[in-house]
């Protein structure tokens, strides 16, 4: 099964340590993907999403950051047994990546094309003319009107969509098997939003890499995604195909998170919120990290942490008491109704 | 670009207005002039002094004085006589200014050529040794007084011969071949501008550390390493490139700095250029040196300034005048 | 626990902070020590500040010795005596030792603190022996004397000067930023056209207006005087923009909304919201006022001898004979280091201390 996966994280821990106290920002988070699927990997800020993509490219900052366990298998390799001149063929070639922010991911003092060579020159030993022309060349597929121009425009020229849509190009140039997004769409307008997520899909249906896509938005996932990994507190405590996500979801933070979209035709007085506050990372709660958010909590959870388990072929959650919702005595979209009115 | 540094350059024209004018007024307020120390001589006859006195026009009005003196700057670009040298002020200014020049420019050199390795260096192993020792230095370089540290490279210079004890050139300097008197310039030039750039040295390092410190946390710096691009890389070609930016306008200011700040190392270190030239000329009052000096200096300084902003534009794409 | 801090006045949490940093401890601990020193300088020094000794010019630094013939015997010195009076090169006269005596009675009066007439210094040694700790001049004149009544010219020029120039600063940097149109704009030209000459060129220039032959006292006045005219700019021009961005808070409108005049706005309300900056930046303004009397006195045109002062002491230092043979003569110059340097430190200490920017841990 593991050699269908082009990527496969293993209980891996990020962890920061700080003079006052260590942050356990990613603590035993385990997903995996194949080629040409995508995997939305969701969660409110602070849950670890973050720092688990770049975790994957093993760009944390260190220190005070430091990946202290777990496997990150690409192909079947794991990057953290890699050397660093390894891992540099890797970065931007087989896996790279796109940011939040497009007005700050580019660096203002070289044009667009400079930035789309520099990946395409170092890791296709290719020479000036034809790393310009591949960069023409993305900037098209990637919707780009008038590449040749555009290709010798510096960032600052460009709009928000249109710099997100070069990120694309450059992160697409080499052709990678894994492109991890972080939140792609977040800092855009809800049009270009939609551009972009359709740009994704489409190029993923030409090149057919796989897509790890950070988001904390479920709308996006609903989208793009063919499996979803919810997280919370540096853990995942949800891990489904994306049918099961909206349609069965079994752990409350889950269906709290899905209770917080406003639906169309639905009459709600108001939102419904997650009641309390995301955990500072460096004083997690003891046991299940979200007891003292749910409305579900029994005694067992605030000192057992529950083990992610599966509960059918494809579903898998951390949550003591996933087995009642699944049997249908457990009704947890009510519990978070009757707690927020 | 070119309007604004043709609008640039009009701004001189207050300005020097107003500096010359506030230079004129402070001589004309001090006690006596040129002549009336000429005339502690006994050898020099009452009527010669009263004769030059009408000559040189300082038996008029200090404004009428002051008009004059701006008509012939005007209408014949003549900046007047040096009552001491009996020159014209530039003929006497020329040579000291080009030493001056030379003396500023290599401690811009030596601040500069040593400033950003050293902030690059201190940013990238920030808190390890090299950070801590770069950083301690800059330190001591801030605030050690110049007159005590040309003292000391004097003092140095004179116990191990390494370097001359002060002065331009070597006494033997005229006989030698052209290449010789190069090497002879710029070894009487390596100890004034160590002085003259330690400052702006130190200042500038612990700039660039500061700005390299702020880029690498950026996001685009990220998106360097994730292309996989080597840390050098990353770091000289992505974030000092950015992180440059600020140092580069700062460059032509510091060389208007180093112009004028240069005299105390001149007087000190021995270097004939214009800063010991204006004192003595300040401290005998002879007027129109004076006043040619003060134009070169307040020139110099929007010119250096003018020169960072074009820098400016070279270097930073998103930056335009019109 | 938060509550536990905001209890704290901000005094407390400033010194809670600035004791973190042993840097500026050390820099204020220099800087008490030298201005306590200066306070009390006719006691430490063993000369009075002019007196000579022609016979003995250039002496270096008597070695104190603390022992002799192998045994403890306390600190004294031997005499010396001049062997040529070319090179000022001396001999110790091997045999008698003269101990080093505390609380001696000097020759010459002086007043502690101006108030209480005594004969009492600290240390000396009985003649024939001279005991020049730091050396002496041309003249004979103890170099370490010297230094501890220069202390007093130099290190107070710094300190009245910010304080006039601090005065200047706030009062028409406030009024400029508070009054705004046609006084702004003035004010604003002429600290333009102050800060568009270079420093020292118009420190020369002023000086030169002024007549060169002054008493000390009066030349003290000039350079005060002066060096405070060129400060004050630059402080003006930091208050303006602060005020500026003050003057339209909420509790400016409140003030005003309850009646409150200009004045009493800008003196109860705005300004001292400025104080902390402007504490930092007029401790790193003072080491360039203390330069400015050391370069004036070193150039010849500032402090006139007798009175020393620790710019006139290292104008012998120029000549490049005295420099090479005697280089205790450039003690003040490092004393003037110790000084800008100890600013410094206690600037940086300040500038933290008011200011503490938190360090935070890592984020997701």
Same mark, same amino acid.
Request: charged share 20%.
């Given at each position: 099964?593991?050699?269908?996966?082009?990527?496969?994280?293993?209980?891996?821990?990020?962890?920061?340590?700080?003079?006052?106290?260590?942050?356990?920002?990613?603590?035993?988070?385990?997903?995996?993907?194949?080629?040409?699927?995508?995997?939305?990997?969701?969660?409110?800020?602070?849950?670890?999403?973050?720092?688990?993509?770049?975790?994957?490219?093993?760009?944390?900052?260190?220190?005070?950051?430091?990946?202290?366990?777990?496997?990150?298998?690409?192909?079947?390799?794991?990057?953290?047994? #890699?050397?660093?001149?390894?891992?540099?063929?890797?970065?931007?070639?087989?896996?790279?990546?796109?940011?939040?922010?497009?007005?700050?991911?580019?660096?203002?003092?070289?044009?667009?094309?400079?930035?789309?060579?520099?990946?395409?020159?170092?890791?296709?030993?290719?020479?000036?003319?034809?790393?310009?022309?591949?960069?023409?060349?993305?900037?098209?597929?990637?919707?780009?009107?008038?590449?040749?121009?555009?290709?010798?425009?510096?960032?600052?020229? *460009?709009?928000?969509?249109?710099?997100?849509?070069?990120?694309?190009?450059?992160? *697409?140039?080499?052709?990678?098997?894994?492109?991890?997004?972080?939140?792609?769409?977040?800092?855009?307008?809800?049009?270009?939003?939609?551009?972009?997520?359709?740009?994704?899909?489409?190029?993923?249906?030409?090149?057919?890499?796989?897509?790890?896509?950070?988001?904390?938005?479920?709308?996006?996932?609903?989208?793009?995604?063919?499996?979803?990994?919810?997280?919370?507190?540096?853990?995942?405590?949800?891990?489904?195909?994306?049918?099961?996500?909206?349609?069965?979801?079994?752990?409350?933070?889950?269906?709290?998170?899905?209770?917080?979209?406003?639906?169309?035709?639905?009459?709600?007085?108001?939102?419904?919120?997650?009641?309390?506050?995301?955990?500072?990372?460096?004083?997690?709660?003891?046991?299940?990290?979200?007891?003292?958010?749910?409305?579900?909590?029994?005694?067992?959870?605030?000192?057992?942490?529950?083990?992610?388990?599966?509960?059918?072929?494809?579903?898998?959650?951390?949550?003591?008491?996933?087995?009642?919702?699944?049997?249908?005595?457990?009704?947890?979209?009510?519990?978070?109704?009757?707690?927020?009115? | 670009?070119?309007?604004?540094? *043709?609008?640039?350059?009009?701004?001189?024209?207050?300005?020097?207005?107003?500096?010359?004018?506030?230079?004129?007024?402070?001589?004309?307020?001090?006690?006596?002039?040129?002549?009336?120390?000429?005339?502690?001589?006994?050898?020099?006859?009452?009527?010669?002094?009263?004769?030059?006195?009408?000559?040189?026009?300082?038996?008029?009005?200090?404004?009428?004085?002051?008009?004059?003196?701006?008509?012939?700057?005007?209408?014949?670009?003549?900046?007047?006589?040096?009552?001491?040298?009996?020159?014209?002020?530039?003929?006497?200014?020329?040579?000291?200014?080009?030493?001056?020049?030379?003396?500023?420019?290599?401690?811009?050199?030596?601040?500069?050529?040593?400033?950003?390795?050293?902030?690059?260096?201190?940013?990238?192993?920030?808190?390890?040794?090299?950070?801590?020792?770069?950083?301690?230095?800059?330190?001591?370089?801030?605030?050690?007084?110049?007159?005590?540290?040309?003292?000391?490279?004097?003092?140095?210079?004179?116990?191990?011969?390494?370097?001359?004890?002060?002065?331009?050139?070597?006494?033997?300097?005229?006989?030698?071949?052209?290449?010789?008197?190069?090497?002879?310039?710029?070894?009487?030039?390596?100890?004034?501008?160590?002085?003259?750039?330690?400052?702006?040295?130190?200042?500038?390092?612990?700039?660039?550390?500061?700005?390299?410190?702020?880029?690498?946390?950026?996001?685009?710096?990220?998106?360097?390493?994730?292309?996989?691009?080597?840390?050098?890389?990353?770091?000289?070609?992505?974030?000092?490139?950015?992180?440059?930016?600020?140092?580069?306008?700062?460059?032509?200011?510091?060389?208007?700095?180093?112009?004028?700040?240069?005299?105390?190392?001149?007087?000190?270190?021995?270097?004939?250029?214009?800063?010991?030239?204006?004192?003595?000329?300040?401290?005998?009052?002879?007027?129109?040196?004076?006043?040619?000096?003060?134009?070169?200096?307040?020139?110099?300084?929007?010119?250096?300034?003018?020169?960072?902003?074009?820098?400016?534009?070279?270097?930073?794409?998103?930056?335009?005048?019109? | 626990?938060?509550?536990?801090?905001?209890?704290?006045?901000?005094?407390?949490?400033?010194?809670?902070?600035?004791?973190?940093?042993?840097?500026?401890?050390?820099?204020?601990?220099?800087?008490?020590? #030298?201005?306590?020193?200066?306070?009390?300088?006719?006691?430490?020094?063993?000369?009075?500040?002019?007196?000579?000794?022609?016979?003995?010019?250039?002496?270096?630094?008597?070695?104190?010795?603390?022992?002799?013939?192998?045994?403890?015997?306390?600190?004294?010195?031997?005499?010396?005596?001049?062997?040529?009076?070319?090179?000022?090169?001396?001999?110790?006269?091997?045999?008698?030792?003269?101990?080093?005596?505390?609380?001696?009675?000097?020759?010459?009066?002086?007043?502690?603190?101006?108030?209480?007439?005594?004969?009492?210094?600290?240390?000396?040694?009985?003649?024939?022996?001279?005991?020049?700790?730091?050396?002496?001049?041309?003249?004979?004149?103890?170099?370490?004397?010297?230094?501890?009544?220069?202390?007093?010219?130099?290190?107070?020029?710094?300190?009245?000067?910010?304080?006039?120039?601090?005065?200047?600063?706030?009062?028409?940097?406030?009024?400029?930023?508070?009054?705004?149109?046609?006084?702004?704009?003035?004010?604003?030209?002429?600290?333009?056209?102050?800060?568009?000459?270079?420093?020292?060129?118009?420190?020369?220039?002023?000086?030169?207006?002024?007549?060169?032959?002054?008493?000390?006292?009066?030349?003290?006045?000039?350079?005060?005087?002066? #060096?405070?005219?060129?400060?004050?700019?630059?402080?003006?021009?930091?208050?303006?923009?602060?005020?500026?961005? #003050?003057?339209?808070?909420?509790?400016?409108?409140?003030?005003?909304?309850?009646?409150?005049?200009?004045?009493?706005?800008?003196?109860?309300?705005?300004?001292?919201?400025?104080?902390?900056?402007?504490?930092?930046?007029?401790?790193?303004?003072?080491?360039?006022?203390?330069?400015?009397?050391?370069?004036?006195?070193?150039?010849?045109?500032?402090?006139?001898?007798?009175?020393?002062?620790?710019?006139?002491?290292?104008?012998?230092?120029?000549?490049?004979?005295?420099?090479?043979?005697?280089?205790?003569?450039?003690?003040?110059?490092?004393?003037?280091?110790?000084?800008?340097?100890?600013?410094?430190?206690?600037?940086?200490?300040?500038?933290?201390?008011?200011?503490?920017?938190?360090?935070?841990?890592?984020?997701?």
């Amino acid at each position: 099964m593991t050699e269908a996966f082009v990527l496969e994280v293993r209980d891996l821990r990020t962890h920061f340590v700080t003079d006052d106290a260590t942050v356990k920002a990613v603590d035993g988070v385990s997903f995996a993907v194949r080629a040409g699927e995508t995997l939305g990997i969701v969660g409110e800020s602070g849950c670890g999403k973050s720092v688990t993509s770049l975790s994957i490219l093993r760009l944390i900052p260190s220190p005070p950051g430091k990946i202290v366990g777990g496997e990150i298998l690409f192909k079947g390799t794991n990057l953290l047994g #890699l050397p660093d001149p390894a891992m540099r063929k890797i970065r931007g070639n087989d896996i790279s990546m796109i940011f939040q922010e497009p007005m700050t991911s580019l660096n203002p003092v070289y044009t667009c094309g400079d930035q789309i060579m520099e990946a395409v020159i170092l890791h296709q030993k290719v020479g000036k003319t034809e790393a310009r022309s591949r960069a023409i060349e993305m900037l098209r597929l990637v919707g780009i009107p008038s590449p040749e121009q555009r290709v010798d425009e510096y960032p600052h020229q *460009l709009s928000g969509g249109m710099r997100q849509r070069v990120m694309i190009a450059m992160a *697409l140039s080499c052709q990678p098997e894994v492109l991890i997004a972080d939140e792609p769409t977040t800092a855009l307008d809800v049009t270009i939003q939609a551009q972009i997520l359709e740009l994704l899909n489409r190029l993923q249906r030409e090149m057919g890499m796989a897509i790890l896509l950070i988001t904390h938005d479920l709308g996006v996932v609903a989208e793009t995604c063919n499996r979803v990994a919810v997280m919370y507190a540096g853990q995942v405590v949800e891990y489904a195909g994306v049918e099961d996500i909206f349609a069965r979801p079994r752990m409350p933070y889950t269906v709290g998170l899905l209770g917080s979209i406003p639906k169309l035709g639905e009459e709600r007085e108001r939102l419904r919120v997650i009641p309390g506050n995301v955990p500072n990372p460096s004083e997690f709660p003891s046991g299940c990290k979200f007891h003292p958010r749910c409305p579900v909590a029994i005694d067992r959870c605030k000192v057992e942490n529950p083990p992610l388990t599966t509960i059918r072929p494809g579903h898998e959650v951390r949550c003591w008491r996933s087995g009642e919702a699944e049997a249908g005595t457990l009704d947890m979209g009510k519990a978070f109704e009757e707690v927020t009115s | 670009m070119r309007t604004y540094l *043709l609008r640039r350059v009009l701004t001189l024209v207050p300005l020097l207005l107003g500096v010359t004018f506030l230079a004129f007024l402070l001589i004309y307020l001090a006690p006596g002039d040129f002549l009336s120390q000429m005339a502690e001589n006994p050898m020099i006859s009452a009527e010669t002094i009263e004769r030059m006195r009408s000559n040189f026009g300082l038996d008029k009005p200090w404004y009428v004085q002051y008009g004059l003196w701006l008509k012939n700057v005007f209408l014949h670009l003549d900046f007047g006589e040096s009552f001491a040298f009996r020159q014209p002020v530039f003929q006497v200014i020329a040579p000291r200014l080009g030493n001056t020049l030379i003396l500023a420019l290599a401690a811009a050199v030596v601040a500069w050529g040593l400033a950003i390795p050293l902030g690059i260096l201190s940013a990238v192993k920030q808190y390890k040794w090299q950070d801590k020792t770069a950083s301690f230095f800059a330190f001591l370089g801030l605030s050690i007084p110049e007159i005590f540290f040309a003292l000391l490279m004097m003092y140095m210079a004179a116990k191990t011969g390494w370097f001359p004890v002060g002065g331009m050139r070597s006494i033997d300097h005229d006989e030698m071949q052209w290449g010789t008197q190069l090497v002879d310039i710029l070894h009487h030039l390596v100890l004034p501008a160590l002085v003259l750039g330690t400052v702006p040295m130190a200042a500038r390092m612990r700039q660039m550390r500061a700005n390299l410190l702020d880029v690498l946390r950026l996001d685009y710096v990220t998106t360097a390493r994730a292309k996989g691009l080597d840390e050098d890389v990353v770091v000289w070609k992505h974030a000092v490139r950015n992180a440059i930016n600020p140092l580069i306008t700062l460059f032509g200011f510091t060389l208007a700095t180093l112009l004028s700040g240069s005299f105390i190392v001149e007087i000190v270190m021995g270097w004939p250029g214009l800063g010991s030239l204006t004192l003595e000329a300040l401290l005998k009052q002879d007027l129109y040196l004076v006043m040619g000096s003060v134009v070169i200096a307040a020139t110099m300084l929007v010119l250096g300034n003018l020169i960072a902003d074009v820098l400016l534009v070279l270097a930073d794409p998103r930056i335009k005048y019109d | 626990m938060t509550t536990a801090v905001n209890d704290r006045s901000p005094w407390q949490i400033f010194w809670r902070e600035f004791r973190k940093s042993p840097v500026a401890l050390a820099g204020a601990g220099i800087l008490i020590l #030298l201005y306590g020193a200066a306070i009390f300088a006719d006691f430490l020094a063993p000369w009075p500040m002019a007196q000579q000794d022609l016979d003995f010019g250039y002496h270096p630094p008597t070695p104190v010795r603390w022992f002799a013939d192998g045994r403890f015997v306390g600190p004294h010195v031997l005499a010396s005596e001049l062997v040529d009076i070319g090179r000022s090169t001396y001999r110790t006269i091997p045999g008698e030792r003269y101990p080093v005596r505390f609380f001696v009675q000097g020759r010459q009066e002086y007043r502690v603190l101006g108030l209480f007439p005594t004969h009492t210094r600290l240390f000396g040694v009985d003649p024939p022996a001279h005991l020049y700790l730091f050396g002496s001049d041309k003249y004979g004149r103890d170099t370490y004397s010297r230094l501890l009544y220069g202390s007093r010219v130099s290190l107070s020029i710094g300190l009245i000067g910010i304080a006039i120039s601090f005065l200047i600063g706030t009062l028409v940097g406030g009024l400029s930023g508070y009054l705004g149109k046609g006084f702004d704009l003035v004010v604003m030209r002429v600290t333009e056209l102050i800060m568009s000459v270079p420093a020292l060129y118009l420190i020369l220039a002023l000086r030169a207006s002024f007549p060169s032959n002054v008493p000390s006292d009066r030349m003290y006045l000039i350079i005060v005087v002066i #060096l405070a005219f060129i400060g004050w700019a630059s402080l003006a021009r930091i208050v303006r923009g602060m005020v500026l961005s #003050l003057r339209e808070q909420e509790y400016v409108n409140a003030a005003r909304a309850l009646g409150a005049g200009t004045l009493r706005i800008l003196f109860r309300h705005i300004l001292p919201n400025t104080m902390s900056f402007l504490i930092v930046a007029a401790t790193i303004a003072v080491p360039g006022y203390i330069l400015g009397e050391v370069t004036l006195s070193f150039l010849g045109i500032g402090i006139q001898e007798p009175q020393a002062s620790w710019g006139n002491m290292l104008t012998e230092a120029q000549n490049i004979r005295v420099l090479k043979s005697m280089p205790w003569m450039l003690i003040p110059g490092f004393f003037i280091f110790i000084v800008v340097l100890a600013y410094n430190f206690l600037g940086d200490g300040l500038a933290d201390a008011l200011n503490p920017r938190k360090v935070t841990g890592g984020k997701s």
